[in-house]
């Protein structure tokens, strides 16, 4: 079955780096577009990133363009999001997804805390 896992949350101050990773496995990883989304408390799930099946294309909110980037490994089945210069406002829960025949898998997420 599919499997998405990430790891790489935690504190940081503004301003800091961290790096986010999701292992997958249960598919055929080099096939699919990943992505990444956050989920504030309160607000709506939103898209963060996402990277085509051959890493050939990669698409940011307006939100983080400039300081966050993703990456993946088809040989490792992982995909990534550096971020940088993170702000507040970056605090959220942090979740790998791909789409497959139409449904949607999610990992099951990573807190990301931004705060001095």
């Known amino acids: 079955q599919v499997q998405l896992v990430e790891s790489g949350g935690g504190l940081v101050q503004p301003g800091g780096s961290l790096r986010l990773s999701c292992a997958a496995s249960g598919f055929t990883f080099s096939r699919f577009s990943m992505s990444w989304y956050r989920q504030a408390p309160g607000k709506e799930r939103e898209l963060v990133a996402l990277?085509?099946?051959?890493?050939?294309?990669?698409h940011y909110a307006d939100s983080v363009k400039g300081r966050f980037t993703i990456s993946r490994d088809n040989g490792k089945n992982t995909v990534s999001l550096q971020m940088n210069s993170l702000k507040p406002e970056d605090t959220a829960v942090y979740f790998c997804?791909?789409?497959?025949?139409?449904?949607?898998?999610w990992g099951q997420g990573t807190q990301v805390t931004v705060s001095s």
């Open positions: 990277i085509t099946d051959n890493g050939g294309s990669t």
């Open positions: 997804n791909t789409v497959i025949k139409l449904r949607a898998y």
